[in-house]
């Protein structure tokens, strides 16, 4: 079992920079991957970034490459995303989720956070 809780988000202006953070609980394992999600106002969920517990393997979605890093702290047991340079796009509710083996699907993952709002404004 895995709880996930997601931080940081807030309001901010476009050029601006944003740090989430993702504080895990319960137990994980080494072969899990932790990825966030943004959902925007009437649009579908979709891919940010993920990140392998035990490699630090990392793959980001073409739209936030460049722009958007996403590390751990395995002893925290949290994981972070770096936004820079925020546009008015990236604006969207932001989940953070884990899975077995996961890579870049919602449906491999099987734990979520609640998510966090980040608002980029023009």
């Known amino acids: 079992q895995v709880q996930l809780v997601e931080s940081g988000g807030g309001l901010v202006q476009a050029g601006d920079s944003l740090r989430l953070s993702c504080a895990a609980s319960?137990?994980?394992?080494?072969?899990?991957?932790m990825a966030w999600f943004r959902q925007a106002p009437g649009a579908e969920r979709e891919f940010v970034a993920r990140?392998?517990?035990?490699?630090?393997?990392?793959y980001y979605a073409d739209s936030v490459k460049g722009r958007f890093t996403i590390s751990k702290d395995n002893a925290k047991n949290t994981v972070y995303l770096q936004m820079n340079s925020l546009k008015p796009e990236d604006t969207a509710v932001y989940y953070c989720?884990?899975?077995?083996?996961?890579?870049?699907?919602?449906?491999?993952?099987?734990?979520w956070g609640q998510g966090t709002q980040v608002t980029v404004s023009s």
């Open positions: 989720a884990a899975g077995y083996l996961a890579e870049r699907r919602q449906r491999e993952y099987d734990y």
């Open positions: 319960g137990r994980t394992f080494s072969s899990y991957a």
């Open positions: 990140i392998t517990w035990s490699g630090g393997w990392t």
